[in-house]
């Protein structure tokens, strides 16, 4: 069975400052991919970044970054310089290799934003 | 481009009558279909998902049935409402192929049960 953590159920900082949302998973398969979601205030779950497991290269999209590793099975993403828009929140998706590709979503991360 | 639709946008039906919640994807043929619910403040659990005409699975043993009866049609029902079947409801596609897996949300279906 898989497992995603999202320990962080509430974060709140000030507008501009860095943020980092924690994201770690189980999963006994070797090939599997993991997604980023935002859900902001009307509801609607907006993707934004798809990783696969064979690629352990950072990305870095605007202010977005994300840090996968591998070895400790997590996927953090970090939005940098932080603007009221940004208030969602932020759910962590992995996938295993099986029909139907079933997202198995983490409990989300609030992240409020504060002027 | 492809969108997905779902209608109607909230809902307020009483303990007992029937509901039918109705998913339609455009600009694409042959997608993975999906419903999941959201109840208020928590995470997102899913319900069904079809990989094609009539070809259901539930994962979740429930008050709920889905029925997949067109290629781009998704249709989440209930014959008997339960207060604990108020929350956010999400329908999602995904392609059939697997040049990508990521799966695109519908705006969602707010129904309150009283």
């Known amino acids: 069975a898989q497992k995603v953590t999202q320990a962080q159920t509430e974060i709140s900082v000030v507008e501009k400052e860095d943020v980092t949302l924690d994201c770690v998973y189980e999963?006994?398969?070797?090939?599997?991919?993991l997604f980023w979601y935002k859900q902001p205030p009307s509801g609607e779950l907006v993707f934004l970044i798809r990783?696969?497991?064979?690629?352990?290269q950072n990305e870095i999209s605007g202010r977005y970054s994300w840090n996968f590793q591998k070895s400790t099975s997590s996927f953090n993403f970090t939005i940098t310089a932080s603007q009221v828009v940004d208030s969602a929140v932020y759910f962590c998706?992995?996938?295993?290799?099986?029909?139907?590709?079933?997202?198995?979503f983490g409990g989300g991360t609030r992240l409020m934003v504060k002027p | 481009s492809q969108t997905i639709h779902q209608w109607p946008a909230t809902l307020v039906q009483p303990v007992g009558s029937p509901l039918s919640l109705e998913c339609t994807v455009e600009?694409?043929?042959?997608?993975?279909l999906y419903w999941y619910r959201q109840a208020a403040g928590r995470g997102l659990q899913l319900l069904f998902y079809?990989?094609?005409?009539?070809?259901i699975s539930s994962e979740v043993p429930q008050n709920l049935s889905a029925s997949r009866p067109q290629d781009r049609q998704f249709i989440l029902s209930s014959k008997k409402l339960l207060l604990s079947d108020s929350g956010f409801y999400l329908c999602?596609?995904?392609?059939?192929?697997?040049?990508?897996?990521?799966?695109?949300f519908g705006p969602g279906t707010r129904l309150t049960v009283l």
């Open positions: 999602a596609w995904r392609g059939p192929d697997f040049s990508y897996n990521e799966q695109f």
């Open positions: 999963t006994r398969d070797t090939t599997y991919y």
């Open positions: 990783r696969n497991s064979f690629d352990e």
């Open positions: 998706a992995p996938i295993i290799n099986n029909a139907g590709n079933m997202l198995t």
């Open positions: 600009g694409t043929s042959n997608p993975n």
């Open positions: 079809s990989v094609g005409i009539g070809q």
